[in-house]
């Protein structure tokens, strides 16, 4: 494995990590917290919470990983042999799959469609406790076992190479 794969997998173990944290502060607390205010407050919040993401570091590194996962597939697939190899083409797909994939066909979808509604509706809290919640939890618990599957399987590379 060459010094700058070394590092780049280093770097992406640390991002995957990280990213895994953030989902988990989500699906562990704040949705929670989010379900619990007065009935309207935490669609508003998530509404404008999916506004403002667009415009963070998080999206960056969001996007970032998705890149940086697919270089690492395809080096470790035309470069590496044995155990390293199969374990970082895992953590790649582990990403590209159980996060990036995930989050564009499930959490996006309801994201667009709690976007569309105005919050003091019934409908708007309708959608928010009988769909949105559960869905959207269970999808986001989904990605932080993904961004935690990729970390260990990286670091597991790293050590065994």
Same mark, same amino acid.
């Given at each position: ?12 173990? +640390? ?29 508003? =919040? ?19 990983? @998705? ?6 597939? +395809? ?8 155990? !390293? ?15 990036? @994939? ?6 996006? !979808? ?8 105005? !919050? ?5 809290? =309708? ?21 935690? $599957?990729?970390?260990?399987? =990286?670091?597991? @590379? $790293?050590?065994?190479?």
């Amino acid at each position: 494995m060459s010094i700058w794969f070394l590092l780049l997998c280093a770097l992406t173990l +640390i991002a995957y990590a990280a990213t895994g944290g953030i989902f988990l502060a989500f699906s562990d607390f704040i949705m929670r917290s989010f379900d619990l205010v007065r009935n309207q407050a935490g669609i508003e =919040t998530m509404q404008v919470l999916n506004v403002e993401i667009m415009r963070s570091v998080f999206m960056v590194l969001f996007m970032g990983l @998705a890149i940086l996962s697919l270089v690492i597939v +395809i080096y470790a697939a035309v470069t590496l042999g044995g155990t !390293p190899r199969l374990l970082l083409i895992g953590a790649g797909l582990s990403y590209l799959l159980g996060v990036f @994939a995930v989050t564009g066909a499930g959490n996006v !979808p309801l994201n667009n469609q709690l976007a569309a509604l105005a !919050p003091e509706t019934s409908q708007a809290l =309708t959608f928010w406790k009988e769909a949105y919640m559960t869905r959207w939890v269970t999808l986001n618990s989904l990605r932080t076992a993904a961004c935690f $599957l990729a970390s260990g399987l =990286t670091l597991a @590379a $790293l050590v065994v190479r």
